[in-house]
């Protein structure tokens, strides 16, 4: 059977139902009884792991909603599947735990029948077979909508910076009072530019929480280990492919009456000018009243160091491969939410090992093929996010290629640095936390051993 590749080099490709007819006049005609189609086969997986960015109005640079929209891309789609780059997912599948709430990846019988469904002709099938077509927001829409959280109850939107077409990065970082005249917790967070062109022109968006913890009797050290992350601190970050932020039940973010949001806004020019860019955050609140038993945080913790004796900081070598590393020591007892890198355009990967106070050590998760173009979001399922005990040492080890060989170098003859313009390099992974006192910890190990089994995450 003619493979794909062999289908297109030089010929242009029609589908009509089950024979696919090549431009040298030559057919190929598909087992009906077992050739996937469009509407009964594909569709489902577009729908699933695809549609919410290949829409009208979506993100991306194309839409996938029907056959017709899809039919022109077809090279292009069985490409990237084939070569796990879309749907963006680069989790290493070979290192450390590998369930996640979130996973756009497909599995290998989803790639094979998107590439069978190609090497057969492409066929439509017939429209009956077709699922029903999903009910997105008007516009970008908000991804909790998507999940029927319904309209946020509270949104906090930065004041407008023009970004011309040509010019320096700019840093924006207006404050915006939330109005908030109670205390109230959150259950769920999300941020992301208010259009899609301003997503074009949009680095990354951070947004602060500043808030009188002590006022309120609250010890901002007692949820913090690292200087960016306090009750006052990270409160919530986008950049592209970034998810909402959905805490798990009995827990969230704590939001005082009187504060503020602290934005920042990386932008840079992309060859049109965009006025009045914008970020918004939106907040889904618990019930008044409601108020969950555990605190989460935001963490921002760098995998590199120049305060530890022989430590290297982030300083990269022209035409070098390097790599850099940290420790973080957990000062509570702690549940790891998700994994998140961050790195720039020499940024290769990053992982995340857990080191015991008995001595034992785990990796917890592994990216190997990081892509600058996805900052994506890894978010652990219940009964697979990692329970760590007080003391336990989080070892964050980056890689680096500043060579000609990595596609995505600007200039390889370069010293690079830590900076925060595109062509500088970061290193660091953004962990939402839950901490627990010592017999709310061990009642949560309990919890999860008697779901998953086993013995588990006990480590002490």
């Known amino acids: 059977m003619a493979t794909w590749k062999n289908l297109v080099a030089g010929s242009a490709v029609l589908a009509i139902g089950a024979v696919a007819f ?14 996937p189609t469009f509407t009964k086969d594909v569709m489902p997986i577009i729908q699933q792991k ?3 960015c290949h829409r009208a109005e979506g993100m991306a640079p194309f839409s996938l909603s029907t056959y017709e929209d899809a039919r022109p891309y077809l090279r292009s789609i069985v490409q990237r599947v084939e070569s796990r780059q879309m749907p963006p997912w680069n989790i290493d599948k070979t290192v450390g735990i590998q369930s996640f709430k979130n996973d756009r990846s497909l599995s290998d019988d989803q790639i094979a029948t ?10 439509k099938g017939d429209m009956k077979d077709m699922p029903a077509a999903v009910k997105y927001p008007d516009g970008q829409g908000w991804e909790m909508e998507l999940k029927g959280w319904g309209k946020p109850d509270l949104v906090v939107t930065s004041t407008k910076w023009t970004v011309p ?15 908030l005249t109670e ?21 990354h968006a951070l947004a602060r929480l500043q808030q009188d913890e002590k006022a309120q009797g609250l010890d901002p050290a007692l949820f913090t280990n690292d200087p960016n992350v ?17 805490m798990r039940p009995d827990s969230g973010r704590l939001m005082l009456p009187g504060s503020k949001i602290s934005f920042e806004m990386h932008y840079h020019s992309v060859g049109e000018e965009v006025k009045d860019a914008q970020v918004e955050l939106a907040v889904w609140f618990y019930p008044k009243g409601q108020e969950p038993k555990h605190r989460e945080v935001l963490a921002l913790f760098n995998a590199f160091s120049s305060s530890v004796p022989g430590a290297r900081g982030l300083d990269i070598a022209p035409n070098a491969i390097t790599t850099t590393e940290s420790f973080v020591p957990l000062r509570q007892n702690a549940r790891i939410e998700n994994f998140q890198v961050h790195e720039h355009l020499r940024g290769k990967g990053m992982s995340m090992e857990a080191l015991f106070p008995n001595g034992q050590r785990q990796m917890l998760s592994q990216v190997t093929d990081f892509n600058f173009n996805w900052m994506n979001m890894y978010i652990y399922s219940d009964d697979a996010a990692p329970l760590l005990p007080k003391g336990t040492i989080l070892h964050l080890v980056a890689w680096y290629d500043n060579t000609k060989n990595n596609k995505n170098n600007p200039d390889p003859d370069q010293w690079v640095g830590y900076g925060d313009r595109t062509v500088d390099e970061m290193g660091h992974a953004w962990l939402n936390i839950t901490y627990y006192n ?14 998953t089994g086993s013995s588990t995450q006990q480590q002490q």
Do not use: Y
Request: proline share 4%; aromatic share 8%; charged share 25%.
């Open 230 to 246: 306090a009750g006052d601190g990270l409160f919530m970050e986008w950049a592209v492919g970034k998810n909402a932020d959905v």
């Open 165 to 179: 077409a040509e010019g320096q990065d700019a840093w924006w970082r207006p404050v915006v009072d939330t109005g």
């Open 438 to 451: 010592d017999e709310d910890f061990k009642a949560e190990q309990a919890k999860r051993a008697a779901a």
């Open 50 to 52: 695809c549609e919410t």
């Open 183 to 203: 205390e109230r917790w959150v259950r769920a967070i999300e941020i992301r530019p208010v259009t899609v062109p301003m997503r074009k022109v949009t680095h």
């Open 114 to 123: 998107i590439v069978k469904w190609a090497n057969s002709g492409a066929p």
């Open 22 to 35: 090549l431009s040298n006049g030559a057919t190929i005609h598909a087992d009906t009884a077992t050739t």
